[in-house]
């Protein structure tokens, strides 16, 4: 919690656009999923999501959902996950995140789990498909603060304000802000009324907001910059390391990060 904390203040203070990066664990192979996070450390991203592969990605795009299953079909599990994390998290300053789909966490144990994840470095949680609705149930999010997470809540443009007041009650650190209906992947434009739709989040929730979904290149960040404290960038990268020849996907990678940034 520690280094996500730090670092929003940072970004705070300096009125900049943070970044905010993705991988899956294990796609293309576990190796790769740490070279890969550490280049985007060393090149300027402010936070990193881990992904842990799922079988039924419902949030997600073609893109990152065949990464899920590359990742699953060479046998990537929640063990590797967590020894991915504990072993980054340990060489790197750049807060790392893990996000997931809540069937994964119900399965290995949510007190467990946040246990875990938490020892091996994770400050935070971003899992879409846990409501606060499911609390006096499920005792996530109280795990989460047991054990020192930080459990992003998400927002999307079908969030009414009364769904938003509620969940300012259960928001800490920030919160991550759905840019569009429908599910990631990048995109030529962004949609028109984003910019309406954060301002109807800001009234209700006080916190950093990270917009994620369809975010891909130099220009969204710019129109974004005046309206967020986070950018976040997935599937544009796992699709540029797909395109990019072998040999040079982690140099390109770094290439892009720093556009993105500048």
Do not use: W
């Not at 280049?39 to 990193?48: R, W």
């Amino acid at each position: 919690m520690r280094k996500l904390l730090q670092t929003l203040e940072t970004l705070r203070q300096k009125r900049k656009l943070g970044l905010m990066t993705h991988v899956v664990v294990g796609y293309p192979r576990l190796e790769e999923t740490i070279r890969l996070v550490k280049a985007m450390g060393e090149t300027g991203a402010d936070l990193i999501e881990l992904q842990m592969p799922f079988s039924d990605p419902v949030a997600d795009g073609p893109t990152i959902l065949i990464a899920n299953k590359v990742s699953l079909d060479q046998g990537t599990k929640m063990r590797d996950c967590l020894r991915v994390m504990s072993q980054l998290s340990g060489e790197m300053e750049v807060p790392l995140l893990f996000m997931g789909y809540y069937n994964l966490i119900f399965n290995y144990g949510v007190e467990k789990f946040c246990q875990d994840a938490a020892k091996a470095g994770a400050q935070g949680l971003i899992v879409p498909d846990i409501p606060p609705d499911e609390e006096s149930e499920e005792h996530y999010y109280e795990a989460c603060n047991q054990y020192g997470l930080v459990p992003i809540i998400v927002v999307s443009p079908a969030s009414t304000e009364k769904r938003l007041k509620m969940l300012a009650n259960y928001a800490k650190g920030f919160v991550y802000a759905v840019s569009r209906y429908g599910i990631t992947g990048a995109r030529a434009e962004l949609a028109p009324e984003l910019i309406d739709y954060l301002k109807r989040v800001r009234q209700f929730i006080h916190l950093p907001l990270a917009v994620g979904f369809g975010i891909s290149k130099k220009e969204h960040i710019q129109a974004l910059a005046p309206h967020a404290e986070i950018a976040v960038v997935g599937s544009a990268l796992i699709n540029l390391y797909n395109q990019l020849p072998e040999g040079e996907k982690i140099e390109g990678i770094k290439k892009f990060i720093r556009e993105l940034k500048n």
